[in-house]
């Protein structure tokens, strides 16, 4: 197996424009490091401390601990124009010289940390796009140069692409390590898993209320076959578990005031997510676009979310489309076609 440093060092001689790329993510595999350690070694993480980030959330300990150590990763590679973190009200300005712009959730989940759930940290990088900084992240997700996540839980994990293909490595607990442990990961196009906080059926819209009601028939119903339902509350956690082997994950737009847009940011959670799923071979939409055709108006923009094998996110767009065509009224709905659209 190879570390991730002489990987980059490797990608770094291959396509030396991507230098700046490879001291950004040995910075933030140092810093993830660090985080892995504290949060393994437990106290009281989970504690909250009385403020709100800037999407209104109560942080915690460690999700502040979090962003100030990604910060500071940023800073120590050199190659950051502009950091935008859902920490930190605004983008925090670098150096407006350098080439990357770094997008990030410093800890996705934080809510799970008492209950010793998997979390972790979500990263979109994009070009230096000069002009105001205040603004650099404000790209469709096509435009990025990379995305990862980190994920720390029994192991800790890292999920990365550079634009061919998503790697996943692991770190090894002795030396601190990212290892390769499996390169090019294809997401099964074909699933009978599905993730989505069932909790809120009442207040989806009809479009998803149709699809999950017909995944329930199982083989009685319109899909013709069983499905399982898996639902972790954690981003990373649900989007690991769907890249090793498959399914769909669901946070939909729905009723309740302020979530009719979907709940996950786009440029630091659905973006990186997206361009990670799409490089194994999956899709990622909000339900009828895809993610990675959206421009963001400002940094904490909400999106819903679909992702994973390919098939089943086409099903979900095909109850959506019917909706919108008022197909779902005809008696004939029920009987499936997924390209009826």
């Not at 550079?162 to 699933?191: H, V």
Request: aromatic share 8%.
């Amino acid at each position: 197996m190879i570390a991730l440093d002489e990987r980059l060092q490797l990608l770094k001689a291959e396509q030396p424009q991507r230098a700046a790329l490879m001291e950004l993510f040995t910075a933030l595999a140092a810093k993830a490091k660090e985080v892995s350690r504290i949060i393994a070694a437990g106290g009281d993480l989970g504690s909250t401390i009385g403020d709100q980030n800037a999407d209104g959330d109560a942080q915690k300990a460690l999700d502040v601990m979090a962003d100030d150590a990604f910060l500071g990763a940023a800073k120590l590679s050199g190659v950051v124009a502009a950091y935008c973190s859902e920490e930190q009200d605004h983008a925090v300005i670098l150096d407006e010289h350098a080439p990357l712009v770094i997008a990030i959730d410093p800890l996705d989940g934080s809510s799970n940390i008492d209950v010793n759930v998997s979390i972790g940290t979500i990263i979109s990088v994009l070009p230096n796009p000069g002009g105001d900084l205040q603004q650099s992240a404000m790209q469709s997700g096509d435009q990025q140069l990379a995305a990862a996540f980190f994920v720390y839980g029994p192991q800790t994990t890292l999920y990365l692409t550079l634009g061919e293909g998503t790697d996943l490595y692991r770190m090894d607990p002795i030396s601190g390590l990212f290892m390769l442990i499996e390169e090019r990961i294809e997401i099964a196009e074909e699933t009978s898993e599905y993730a989505i906080n069932a909790s809120n059926a009442r207040q989806w819209f009809t479009p998803i209320q149709r699809y999950v009601s017909d995944l329930l028939l199982g083989d009685e119903g319109p899909r013709e076959r069983n499905f399982n339902m898996r639902w972790i509350g954690s981003l990373v956690a649900d989007a690991g578990r769907i890249f090793n082997r498959g399914g769909v994950f669901l946070y939909p737009g729905d009723r309740r005031p302020k979530y009719d847009n979907g709940r996950l940011r786009l440029i630091y959670e659905a973006n990186p997510v997206a361009f990670l799923v799409e490089q194994a071979g999956g899709a990622a939409t909000d339900g009828v676009t895809r993610i990675l055709e959206k421009t963001p108006t400002e940094i904490h923009e909400r999106t819903a979310l679909i992702f994973g094998s390919k098939t089943e996110v086409r099903w979900v767009g095909s109850y959506e489309a019917e909706t919108r065509q008022g197909l779902d009224q005809s008696p004939l709905f029920s009987h499936r076609n997924l390209f009826r659209s």
